[in-house]
């Protein structure tokens, strides 16, 4: 009677986790959409108060547009943080240079953080060139780390120091900090969702995410830190060193390679957002370029014949329609059919890895990020 009674309690221990398994699936799933459901709204937003022009000096006006521009850009950070979170675990493994995807990363930190009396001095160990990893996911890791050591160093002045070794076939980073420390009671909790003990800025999400994605590298992160003196947080991975020489073999599909140029360009626009399509048309004008064609879906696309696709440049094209049956995808091969030089794919999902596969069997130059980071739409597409 016991023996049974011990399976029977088995068995509703492994039902039970078979449920909250399931359960935690579905909210992340539902996270992910929520969240990349109001990030282009957002985006729109943040649009819209930057660009917003007040006449004279009404102080009261100035500040709530300032609160309010800080508002919109919290919640739009949570948006992508949770997005980031619920993939944290798909990597997607290519060749990349060391190098590369540090300094990159280091560009990002000082684009965002404030505190420009802070060094950042990095140094990679003579002959590591290349390694396996997942060159997004890693660079979003040393941005949430490098970041978060910026802001630890409270004076005018202080040094954030990146050491980039190799241990047998692996790799091993840390980053180090000469900022105020991390408290012990603190230190068992950051790498929990959710806490944070910057309320103002941080979702909580940020150390959770590298150590999601450090672990789906096979890895670990650790932490050591002293208050009033500094912290330094330690990844190893493992056997992911490349020993031949790349020069970055990353294919065009990760945001952090993605910029876009338009200038001079003819460019054709198809997003079912009216609010996207208009942010996309008023980019395009401010660098100098055309919009040859504004649609809604791809089946507008097709159905128009005032189209010359001699003369479209570029073709930027949102993945999902709602309504309509062809998605992105579809269009993107409709497109390059025309001749299209070169047609961009842009989606809230850029690194979902079926999307990816998908959109390069149909001829995608690049699957880019939605909304595009403004600052970021400079380079691409000469």
């Given at each position: 009677?016991?023996?049974?009674l011990?399976?029977?309690?088995?068995?509703?221990?492994?039902?039970?986790?078979?449920?909250?398994?399931?359960?935690?699936?579905?909210?992340?799933?539902?996270?992910?959409?929520?969240?990349?459901?109001i990030?282009?709204?957002?985006?729109?937003?943040?649009?819209?108060?930057?660009?917003?022009?007040?006449?004279?000096?009404?102080?009261?006006?100035?500040?709530?547009?300032?609160?309010?521009?800080?508002?919109?850009?919290?919640?739009?950070?949570?948006?992508?943080?949770?997005?980031?979170?619920?993939k944290?675990?798909?990597?997607?493994r290519?060749?990349?240079?060391?190098?590369?995807?540090?300094n990159?990363?280091?560009?990002?930190?000082?684009?965002?953080?404030?505190?420009?009396?802070?060094?950042?001095?990095?140094?990679i160990?003579?002959?590591?060139?290349?390694?396996?990893?997942?060159?997004?996911?890693?660079?979003?890791?040393l941005?949430?780390?490098?970041?978060n050591?910026?802001?630890?160093?409270?004076?005018?002045?202080?040094?954030?120091?990146?050491?980039?070794t190799?241990?047998?076939?692996?790799?091993?980073?840390?980053?180090?900090?000469?900022?105020?420390?991390?408290?012990?009671?603190?230190?068992?909790?950051i790498?929990?969702?959710?806490?944070?003990?910057?309320?103002?800025?941080?979702?909580?999400?940020?150390?959770?995410?590298?150590?999601?994605v450090?672990?789906?590298?096979?890895?670990?992160?650790?932490?050591?830190?002293?208050v009033?003196?500094?912290?330094?947080?330690?990844?190893?991975?493992?056997?992911?060193?490349?020993?031949?020489?790349?020069?970055?073999?990353?294919?065009?599909?990760?945001?952090?390679?993605?910029?876009?140029?338009?200038?001079?360009?003819?460019?054709?626009?198809?997003?079912?957002?009216?609010?996207?399509?208009?942010?996309?048309?008023?980019i395009?004008?401010?660098?100098?370029?055309?919009?040859?064609?504004?649609?809604?879906?791809?089946?507008?696309?097709?159905?128009?014949?005032?189209?010359?696709?001699?003369?479209?440049?570029?073709?930027?094209?949102?993945?999902n329609?709602?309504?309509?049956?062809?998605?992105?995808?579809?269009l993107v091969?409709?497109?390059?059919?025309?001749?299209?030089?070169?047609?961009?794919?842009?989606?809230g999902?850029?690194?979902?890895?079926?999307?990816?596969?998908?959109?390069?069997?149909?001829?995608?130059?690049?699957?880019?990020?939605?909304?595009?980071?403004?600052?970021?739409?400079?380079?691409?597409?000469?």
């Amino acid at each position: 009677m016991i023996a049974v009674l011990e399976i029977i309690d088995r068995e509703r221990m492994l039902t039970k986790k078979a449920y909250d398994n399931r359960r935690f699936f579905e909210m992340g799933k539902m996270s992910s959409h929520i969240a990349h459901d109001i990030r282009s709204p957002l985006s729109v937003l943040k649009t819209f108060i930057d660009c917003r022009k007040y006449e004279g000096d009404d102080e009261d006006m100035q500040a709530l547009s300032s609160a309010a521009g800080r508002s919109v850009e919290k919640l739009k950070l949570m948006a992508d943080e949770l997005v980031d979170y619920s993939k944290a675990s798909r990597i997607e493994r290519l060749n990349v240079n060391v190098r590369t995807v540090l300094n990159e990363a280091v560009e990002e930190v000082r684009r965002k953080v404030s505190n420009r009396g802070v060094r950042i001095v990095c140094h990679i160990a003579d002959g590591l060139e290349a390694a396996s990893l997942d060159a997004y996911r890693i660079g979003r890791v040393l941005v949430n780390i490098m970041g978060n050591a910026v802001k630890a160093i409270r004076g005018t002045s202080g040094d954030v120091r990146v050491n980039v070794t190799r241990e047998s076939m692996g790799l091993s980073i840390t980053v180090t900090d000469t900022g105020c420390g991390i408290s012990p009671e603190n230190l068992l909790k950051i790498f929990d969702q959710f806490f944070t003990t910057d309320k103002q800025h941080g979702t909580g999400l940020g150390l959770a995410y590298c150590k999601q994605v450090v672990e789906a590298h096979g890895g670990t992160i650790t932490v050591e830190s002293e208050v009033g003196k500094g912290t330094t947080f330690t990844i190893r991975i493992p056997n992911c060193v490349v020993t031949d020489r790349v020069a970055d073999d990353r294919v065009r599909t990760t945001a952090d390679v993605v910029s876009i140029n338009v200038s001079h360009m003819n460019v054709l626009i198809a997003d079912d957002d009216a609010d996207v399509r208009r942010n996309w048309e008023r980019i395009v004008d401010a660098q100098g370029g055309s919009i040859v064609c504004s649609a809604g879906s791809a089946e507008e696309v097709q159905a128009r014949s005032d189209i010359d696709y001699a003369r479209v440049d570029t073709a930027i094209v949102d993945y999902n329609y709602e309504g309509f049956t062809l998605n992105g995808v579809d269009l993107v091969a409709y497109l390059k059919a025309k001749g299209v030089r070169s047609v961009h794919l842009c989606t809230g999902f850029y690194d979902d890895e079926e999307i990816q596969r998908r959109a390069k069997a149909a001829g995608a130059d690049s699957v880019i990020p939605k909304p595009i980071d403004e600052k970021r739409v400079n380079r691409l597409f000469s």
